[in-house]
């Protein structure tokens, strides 16, 4: 299991405002996302938050970068790219990852990263935050987000 290790992240997001950046492909599984990143902010008292579509993960990038130069204290990339039988996977993986990486290091905002990529649909299901889910990667994405803008002010 992925979730194997993961920190327990405690974080205070009070006067924070978070942009989430979400790609519409894979309905259900995006459902659960945003409801799981949904829940983290407000749970971690964020209460300024703007939630932003996209097509799909390959647009994750360019969204994130337009929100990190419009007033995001952090962004929350939310998408999931699930694999077939063409080499497509592979790209859209590779350039969405790339690009949410870029957008951090070059903006100084951070991302948290809850790009799913999954070999089926059940995997994907079972990282969504859904009833039945063994992991909340929205929730995850969120809290993480929030835990590096608080690490960067001690820096």
């Not at 259900?28 to 703007?50: N, Q």
């Not at 790209?91 to 990852?97: D, G, I, S, W």
């Not at 009833?131 to 987000?145: F, I, L």
């Amino acid at each position: 299991m992925s979730g194997t290790g993961a920190p327990d992240l405690q974080v205070d997001g009070s006067g924070l405002y978070v942009t989430i950046v979400a790609a519409r492909w894979h309905t259900v599984v995006m459902d659960g996302l945003l409801a799981g990143a949904r829940r983290a902010l407000v749970a971690a008292g964020v209460t300024e938050i703007r939630e932003v579509r996209v097509p799909g993960s390959f647009e994750l990038p360019i969204a994130a970068s337009r929100a990190a130069h419009h007033r995001a204290d952090a962004i929350v990339a939310l998408g999931v790219v699930i694999r077939g039988g063409t080499p497509h996977f592979e790209y859209v993986c590779q350039a969405a990852t790339q690009g949410l990486s870029d957008v951090a290091l070059r903006s100084g905002v951070p991302v948290g990263f809850g790009l799913l990529t999954c070999d089926d649909e059940a995997q994907a299901i079972d990282r969504a935050g859904l009833p039945g889910s063994h992991e909340d990667k929205g929730a995850d994405a969120a809290n993480a987000a929030i835990a590096t803008v608080l690490a960067l002010r001690g820096i």
